[in-house]
């Protein structure tokens, strides 16, 4: 189904939910989906920095996050989801203190195994992309 809802809506979703997306579109009027439009371009206006994750073989040592910043690193982590230096996104799990103290640090360990055992484990799904490699995370603006 094609409904020329913004891509921002629909963009990490599965088929069954973008359909519905786009049926929720459709049933909008004109003034409403400009409306969402604006929000949508405001939003994106506020944020000029992206989080950028690049695999690195599990030797090499991240440089990227200084000790001062890990605080506000991670307080920007929490709220946003992680661009790869390819362009594919991915949510990041703070579920478990394992995940949290990776993210902290700013790389994800080729090593790193979901605490809860959990197969849909969105840091791995993000690992399993560059197996035995690990995931340094830098703030990008």
Do not use: K
């Amino acid at each position: 189904m094609s409904s020329n809802a913004p891509a921002t809506l629909t963009n990490r979703l599965s088929v069954a939910q973008t359909d519905d997306v786009s049926r929720w579109w459709l049933g909008l009027p004109p003034a409403e989906r400009r409306g969402v439009r604006r929000l949508l371009d405001q939003e994106a206006a506020r944020s000029p920095v992206r989080l950028v994750g690049r695999f690195v073989d599990a030797r090499q040592r991240y440089e990227g996050v200084e000790e001062a910043s890990v605080t506000d690193f991670y307080e920007y982590l929490v709220n946003h989801e992680l661009t790869l230096d390819d362009g594919r996104t991915y949510h990041i799990c703070f579920a478990h203190r394992e995940a949290r103290r990776a993210l902290a640090a700013g790389e994800i360990r080729a090593s790193f195994r979901c605490p809860l055992a959990r197969t849909d484990c969105p840091m791995r799904a993000v690992l399993d992309r560059a197996p035995g490699r690990d995931l340094c995370l830098e703030e990008v603006r």
